[in-house]
């Protein structure tokens, strides 16, 4: 079926392109019927004798069935990382550990294409995402960190940096390739061994992670990779066996955890949620700062926890960007995830997009003006038109929670610091954005805003070198660059 892809120039446009077809091929793409629990390097039926299906968001068909990892499955997967770091691992020469992770990473490059296909079948996001960022960002994490292998004494001057043994590590399902990569990756490279789990509704990248892993020919037991939901979670966390614990996702999940490893002498990090706002000055230029907020909350279906999702415009040139957003909203295309003309694709699950759904509600009867692009969305799979809010106040909830959803909420300011005391005012700080032509208000932005990371004229940048984390309830600790590396290392 033919797609309709509206011009983006003109403002009050008539007219619009039409986009043929551009599907990438899943002819590559090996996936089993079934996958088991990967434990002490091979796959292995779990002892709780449970799988559960992973489905395809975008057409609500079954990809796969996968392993239910119970209490004994995660008991033997830590026991497999213990002797695998007491055995081998811990002792291995830093140099030779260095090489592993280099082999992974070079495998993720030659089989980026398949992982790319897979990352955007099982989670819904755009092939051009999971093809250009997800995949080649996370390979170089794994560059990244296998180049601090041999040098950790160089990240602890003066210290003698020792690993911390069996880490546990659980990840949610808007980066499920990227966030395995930013939890294995610096765990490895200090020497520590690993029990993953990925989040149950995109387990697939992973557990090819898990094959490229027994190429790279690592020792058994260094990473093992489990399935399961919230249970096989906590199990984790909880088992005795397990040091440290890194885990992403939600900020309710976040305080959980914490409160479960009060006292228990166990090290934690957590990367949990946010509500970034994004600041547009009258002397920004405006076409270029509304390409950043369209990127910055409709980029991978607004399901990423640095998102833009608040704007905040001076009120000089509130008309015009919301003018401006509106018309660009109706030229993106939502659609199949696999089409590379794709710029929205589709929700997660059923469960988030009526989450997303609650909130267009909350958001209407709070008295917000709702504008939704008019295109039409596939009769089958979970999707979202991309949404935004005016006449909303910061009491508004949608202002102050979390959606994780393609739904930005539009404030207006006068001064810089009527708006500095509004984005701040949230229990939130991982991210912001701020758009000026003024280097000094960047620094004053910057230096103000209660945000672990906060980009001036783009959004939504990455890097394995840059660290990433927030403050306040959006988490604690730092992954990426050398931030990253250290809550890995003891520093003896
Ligand atoms: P979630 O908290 O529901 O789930 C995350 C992971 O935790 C999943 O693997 C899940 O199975 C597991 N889990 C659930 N209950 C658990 C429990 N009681 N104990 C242990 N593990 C448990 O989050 P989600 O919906 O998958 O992900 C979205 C959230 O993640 C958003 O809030 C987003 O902002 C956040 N996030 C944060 C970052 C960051 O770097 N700060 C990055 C990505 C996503």
């Given at each position: 079926m033919k797609k309709t892809k509206k011009s983006v120039?003109?403002?009050?446009?008539t007219g619009g392109w039409d986009y043929a077809p551009a599907p990438e091929s899943k002819d590559h793409v090996q996936l089993k019927d079934r996958y088991d629990l990967f434990i002490n390097g091979a796959f292995v039926k779990p002892l709780s004798g449970k799988w559960f299906d992973t489905i395809n968001?975008?057409?609500?068909?079954?990809?796969a069935a996968v392993a239910e990892a119970g209490e004994k499955d995660v008991n033997s997967a830590v026991t497999s990382a213990r002797k695998a770091y007491d055995g081998v691992w811990g002792k291995m020469p830093a140099k030779e550990r260095g090489k592993y992770i280099y082999r992974i990473a070079r495998i993720m490059q030659e089989r980026a294409r398949e992982l790319s296909v897979i990352e955007s079948m099982d989670g819904g996001k755009p092939i051009r995402e999971s093809r250009d960022i997800d995949v080649p960002l996370a390979a170089a994490h794994f560059f990244y960190y296998a180049g601090w292998a041999d040098k950790l004494a160089y990240a602890l001057p003066g210290a003698t940096p020792r690993s911390v043994g069996v880490t546990g590590q659980i990840i949610p399902w808007n980066f499920p390739l990227l966030m395995a990569a930013w939890k294995i990756a610096p765990a490895l490279a200090a020497g520590n061994t690993v029990v993953l789990k990925p989040a149950e509704t995109t387990p697939l990248t992973a557990l090819k992670l898990a094959e490229i892993i027994q190429e790279a020919d690592l020792?058994?037991?260094v990473v093992n990779i489990i399935t399961g939901a919230g249970t096989t979670g906590a199990a984790l966390v909880n088992?005795?066996?397990?040091n440290k614990v890194a885990f992403t996702g939600s900020t309710d999940v976040g305080k959980i955890i914490q409160k479960a490893l009060a006292g228990t002498g166990k090290r934690y990090t957590l990367e949990l949620g946010g509500k970034a706002a994004n600041i547009i000055f009258e002397d920004a230029a405006i076409d270029q700062a509304v390409e950043g907020i369209i990127n910055g909350i409709f980029f991978n279906q607004g399901h990423v926890?640095?998102?833009?999702?608040r704007l905040f415009v001076q009120e000089s040139v509130m008309k015009t960007v919301v003018r401006k957003l509106k018309d660009r909203l109706e030229t993106l295309v939502v659609g199949d995830?696999?089409?590379?003309?794709?710029?929205i694709g589709a929700i997660n699950s059923r469960m988030q997009l009526e989450k997303i759904k609650k909130y267009l509600k909350i958001g209407v009867n709070e008295g917000g003006e709702m504008y939704q692009a008019a295109c039409s969305v596939p009769s089958k799979g979970f999707w979202c038109k991309p949404t935004l809010f005016t006449n909303?106040?910061?009491?508004?909830r949608i202002v102050q929670e979390?959606?994780?959803?393609?739904v930005l909420a539009i404030q207006s300011f006068r001064t810089l610091e009527e708006v500095i005391e509004k984005a701040n005012n949230?229990?939130?700080?991982l991210s912001g954005g701020v758009w000026t032509d003024k280097g000094s208000r960047i620094f004053k932005v910057t230096g103000e805003l209660r945000a672990g990371v906060v980009w001036a004229n783009t959004y939504n940048k990455f890097d394995p070198t840059s660290p990433f984390g927030g403050y306040k309830e959006s988490g604690v600790g730092r992954e990426g660059g050398l931030h990253g590396l250290m809550p890995y290392l003891q520093h003896v």
């Open positions: 120039t003109p403002l009050n446009f968001p975008a057409t609500e068909k079954r990809i020792p058994p037991g088992h005795p066996g397990v926890c640095c998102a833009g999702s995830p696999l089409d590379k003309n794709t710029d909303v106040s910061q009491s508004s979390e959606i994780f959803g393609p949230i229990p939130y700080g």
